[in-house]
């Protein structure tokens, strides 16, 4: 398995912006899919965005498209989410995960790692 380390959650504005940053620790990075999920309290934990082995995004939740990039670095090893014109809605702790899947899939159970997680809150 490999290790992940979340960063960059925080408190702000609805509106404002904040990039999520994921710091792996696995040589074969780019063998991995990487992928962005968040919960909500009392609600499920659901994929946000992911990318495939070689970076290319595969997956956008509908509520963020056009908001927030996801972006991999195989060189790195990084994995980063800009996240734009946030929304209250978008609170959440926000969890890196990864998985050698070629394609990954919006199913938490289909995760092989995963991260301790990095709160993001963003006001009215």
């Known amino acids: 398995q490999v290790q992940l380390a979340e960063s960059g959650g925080g408190l702000v504005q609805a509106g404002g912006s904040l990039t999520l940053s994921c710091a792996a620790s696995?040589?074969?990075?780019?063998?991995?899919?990487m992928g962005w999920f968040r919960q909500a309290p009392g609600k499920e934990r659901e994929l946000v965005a992911a990318v495939r082995q070689n970076g290319r995004p595969e997956y956008y939740l509908d509520s963020v498209q056009g908001r927030f990039t996801i972006y991999k670095d195989n060189v790195k090893h990084t994995v980063d989410l800009q996240m734009n014109n946030l929304k209250p809605d978008d609170s959440a702790v926000y969890y890196c995960?990864?998985?050698?899947?070629?394609?990954?899939?919006?199913?938490?159970?289909?995760?092989?790692?995963w991260g301790r997680g990095t709160q993001v809150t963003v006001s009215s």
């Open positions: 995960a990864a998985d050698l899947a070629p394609v990954p899939l919006p199913v938490v159970r289909s995760w092989a790692s």
């Open positions: 696995k040589l074969a990075f780019s063998t991995y899919s």
